[in-house]
């Protein structure tokens, strides 16, 4: 009975994160705290589901999921089906979920992730692995797993304390199964190129965007990326500073400008709203983390604290927005 307890309560996502100080101690946020017991758990569900590969059950069914959650927060879900085509000529369904917080707002935010997860683990170091679809707890859940808890805050903040900003919190299909290493940009993105060219609300625009992808890994650092830097500099100077006053300056690094990189940030970008990519990188080397397109991209390689510290800086970043 008490594990049942337990289980429900993981459920819904109320274990843990009870009053638990941010890092630093000389700053008070104005934002609620983080919960990365709930982000983790919302990141364990995608995954038990299997990979949420394009066309397959999987993926019809964490959509679902995703859908229903965002809506049990009170948010108000537009969902966005599309065709597509793969590289290698394969037709897709896609399908976008944009849930929006205050949806009457004029001035809103913009966070984004992909939620779908690569067919192909063609990284791995075993090349008998190289066509197996992967589970991407980092790369796919980790960004929704996130952007859920940031839904679930929003909803819980007591009227004193509430977001008067529109939020939107879009999750791209078809992201991630691109041509890799083939200077094909093209071929990765193609939910968020189909919103780019097809608001899900007509004339929709946010302030600014910013995009999430692989926010879960250990031994994870987020570098300002280029596009970033020449897109929405001020943007980039916003997070990064949100995310020292925390006590998360270690995460986020200005050592070292991060490469350029085509993600889904672009296609926000091109359709005019200003828009950064908050990416993980392998602390080590600098390049994507260890487990990018492996089978190791699994929920025993995700790291609560990585989680937190994106987390807790996105919710800053709401909360202090004029
Ligand atoms: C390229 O490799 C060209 N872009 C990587 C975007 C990506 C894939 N993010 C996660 N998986
Ligand atoms: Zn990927």
Redo the contacts with the bound molecule.
Sequence with gaps: MKKLLFVSLCLMGLVGCKDKPVVNAEYVSPAPVFCEDSAYQYVAEQCGFGPRVMNSEAHEECGEWIAEKFKSFGLVVYDQYADGKLYDGTPVKMRNIVASYNPEAPARILIAG?WDS?QWADNDPDEANHKTPIDGAN??ASSIGVMLEIARQLQLAPDSNRVKMGVDLICWDA??N?E??SGN?SS??LGSQHWSGFRHVQGYRARYGINL??VGGHNTVFYREQYSMMYAPSVVDKVWGSARRLGYGKYFSYDDEGGA???DHLEVNRGGIPCIDV?GSDKDNGG?PKT??TMNDNIKNISKETLKAVGQTMLDVIWTEE
């Design positions: 992909h690569r790369d796919g992201e991630d691109g890799s290493g940009s990765w993105c992808d692989m990189i085509t993600d990416i994507f990018w397109h």
